[in-house]
């Protein structure tokens, strides 16, 4: 069974920093595109980022919103994909997802990490 | 940026009834098209994708129609469980999703 889980949401002040985590499992890792796709509190989802798979260049791609200050990565040898948030905005407070392409689309999800940026 | 447009905005119904959600695509994402289902507390789950297709596990209730600009999920006979709120995504140019609908219970 294919299982994503993310971890590392919390509590940060605007301006500040903070690294997401997201460990795959039932699949094979390496050869799965991955996105990270955002939702606000009560709000609907946004796409926030993708990274190809290495033998496809390993590439990052980015929405208007997260670009410059997001950055995606990943360790194939952990099975595991990253989400660096830098400069974090009040407007970045969201359940943050993981999820991999399947056939071009997300499918499946993990269940989400909550990132709240507040002063 | 492809900005999907989804109507209505809630939709009321009981269960046992038809249910019709439309999507509508600011320009043509061909087939490029996806729905979801995302229940309270829950991460969305793909029903729907290239416009018609079931993902695995998806009962038959569910089916996809449209191309171009114009879509639309059908669920034939509504069950308990299906009262959720719907995306619709695009992948035709990078990756959008609709507002949702939410689809109650009346």
């Known amino acids: 069974e294919v299982q994503l889980v993310e971890s590392g949401g919390d509590l940060v002040k605007p301006g500040g920093s903070l690294r997401l985590s997201c460990a795959g499992s039932?699949?094979?890792?390496?050869?799965?595109?991955m996105s990270w796709v955002r939702q606000a509190p009560g709000k609907g989802l946004e796409w926030v980022g993708r990274?190809?798979?290495?033998?496809?260049?390993?590439?990052?791609d980015y929405a208007a919103p997260v670009k410059g200050r997001f950055t995606i990565s990943r360790d194939d040898s952990k099975n595991t994909l990253y989400l660096q948030m830098n400069s974090l905005k009040t407007d970045d407070t969201a359940v943050y997802y993981c999820?991999?392409?399947?056939?071009?689309?997300?499918?499946?999800w993990g269940q989400g990490t909550l990132v709240t940026v507040s002063s | 940026e492809i900005v999907l447009t989804q109507s209505p905005a809630t939709l009321s119904l009981s269960p046992g009834e038809r249910a019709t959600l439309s999507c509508r695509a600011s320009q043509s994402v061909s087939s490029y098209l996806a729905w979801y289902q995302q229940k309270p507390g829950q991460a969305p789950r793909l029903l729907i994708y290239?416009?018609?297709n079931r993902a695995t596990g998806i009962p038959a209730r569910f089916s996809g129609s449209g191309s171009g600009t114009d879509f639309t999920l059908t669920i034939s006979s509504l069950e308990p469980e299906d009262f959720a709120v719907y995306y619709c995504?695009?992948?035709?140019?990078?990756?959008?999703f609709g507002q949702g609908t939410k689809l109650e219970i009346k």
């Open positions: 990274i190809k798979i290495k033998t496809d260049g390993g590439t990052t």
């Open positions: 290239d416009a018609s």
């Open positions: 999820t991999t392409h399947r056939a071009g689309w997300f499918d499946p």
């Open positions: 039932g699949f094979t890792f390496s050869n799965a595109y």
């Open positions: 995504q695009q992948r035709s140019n990078w990756f959008t």
